[in-house]
Nanobody, 115 residues
Framework: QVQLVESGGGLVQAGGSLRLSCAAS????????MGWYRQAPGNQRELVAG???????NYADSVKGRFTLSRDNAKNTVSLQMNSLKPDDTAVYYCYADLGGTRAWGQGTQVTVSS
C-alpha cells in the first residue's frame, strides 16, 4: 500500500492560481495510474486529471486548458497546476494512486475560490 500526502490547497480569488502536490511513500515509477479527484459539498467525487496506463493525461472538460498535471519520478510527486481558477473549482481535492489492483487516496486538501 502506498501513502499519499497532499499539499498546496488554500483560498484564492477568481482568476488566480494554485499548485497542488501529492507526495507518495513509494517510487511512483511503478504506479500504474495516478492523479486527482475533487468533491464539492453535495456533489459526487469527480475526476479532475489523471495519468493513463499509456502515460497520457486525462482532464475533465471543465478544467481543460486551465489545469496541468505533471509528475516527478525522482521526487515521487504528482502535481496539479491550476490557473484561471473559478468559484466552481471550489472543492476538496484528493490525490489517488493505483498499485497492484488497489487504489490509495490522500487525505484531501481544500481549495476555495472566491468571486
Amino acid at each position: 500500500q502506498v501513502q499519499l500526502v497532499e499539499s498546496g490547497g488554500g483560498l484564492v480569488q477568481a482568476g488566480g492560481s494554485l499548485r497542488l502536490s501529492c507526495a507518495a511513500s513509494k517510487n511512483i515509477f511503478s504506479i500504474t495510474t495516478m492523479g486527482w479527484y475533487r468533491q464539492a459539498p453535495g456533489n459526487q467525487r469527480e475526476l479532475v486529471a489523471g495519468f493513463t496506463l499509456g502515460g497520457g493525461r486525462n482532464y475533465a472538460d471543465s478544467v481543460k486548458g486551465r489545469f496541468t498535471l505533471s509528475r516527478d519520478n525522482a521526487k515521487n510527486t504528482v502535481s496539479l497546476q491550476m490557473n484561471s481558477l473559478k468559484p466552481d473549482d471550489t472543492a476538496v481535492y484528493y490525490c489517488y494512486a493505483d498499485l497492484g489492483g488497489t487504489r490509495a487516496w490522500g487525505q484531501g486538501t481544500q481549495v476555495t475560490v472566491s468571486s
